[in-house]
């Protein structure tokens, strides 16, 4: 699936399920929290599964906040600031309001990770690394566990596909496990109900290919 497509589809859902001031925020201009899904996110994961938009929470101050991208399974909030809006023309206020969100944030447990618009537009390679890093350092601490939950097929293909340095298909399953088409099959949809890979093929062919994501990578070498 394509990054607009599946932006799309996660924005109709999002506007499904929000309502009163989340729903007004969601309907503002989205292009800063697209930018931040495109270069940094989508790359990485291949998915929006655990994405939340406009995330609403109540500040320590009674007030209500909202962020701009949460990732719920390790939680963590991901801000897209300009520098005009939280910078350049900030009032006192603006700037005393964006403390105190901070701190709520981490009242509730989250992880802060904001990037500026020109970080996102002049150094991607550097957002992304910085994307997985925070989330191989926050996965470490269910990583090792999560692999040994995979059955010994699973990690297997993992480790086999990361050698390969290539999009691989069902046939170097077959040959990594020494299986047959239904056993390869199976065991390659599991892993990509898991995440751990994606389909770089379309429809039903059985001939498309597969890839390793980045965060199965940084699982693999969190036990090597």
Aim: charged share 30%.
């Amino acid at each position: 699936m394509s990054f607009e497509k599946a932006y799309a589809i996660l924005i109709e859902e999002q506007l499904r399920n929000a309502s009163g001031q989340r729903l007004a925020m969601l309907n503002k201009n989205r292009e800063g929290t697209k930018k931040l899904l495109e270069v940094v996110i989508w790359p990485a994961l291949q998915s929006f599964e655990g994405i939340v938009l406009e995330h609403e929470m109540v500040g320590s101050n009674g007030a209500k906040m909202y962020i701009d991208v949460y990732y719920e399974p390790i939680a963590i909030a991901f801000e897209s600031d300009g520098f005009v809006t939280h910078a350049e023309l900030i009032t006192r206020d603006r700037f005393d309001f964006e403390k105190t969100k901070i701190r709520s944030v981490a009242l509730g447990w989250m992880t802060y990770y904001p990037f500026s618009r020109d970080q996102l537009d002049k150094q991607p390679d550097m957002c992304r690394r910085a994307f997985y890093e925070i989330v191989g350092q926050r996965m470490s601490i269910r990583g090792s566990r999560f692999m040994e939950e995979l059955s010994v097929y699973e990690r297997e293909v993992v480790r086999y596909a990361v050698r390969l340095r290539r999009p691989f298909k069902l046939d170097d399953v077959k040959y990594c496990l020494g299986c047959k088409y239904d056993l390869a099959k199976r065991v390659t949809s599991q892993l990509l109900d898991k995440k751990l890979i994606v389909s770089l093929g379309s429809g039903k062919n059985r001939l498309h290919s597969f890839e390793v994501t980045p965060v199965a990578k940084e699982l693999l070498l969190q036990r090597s």
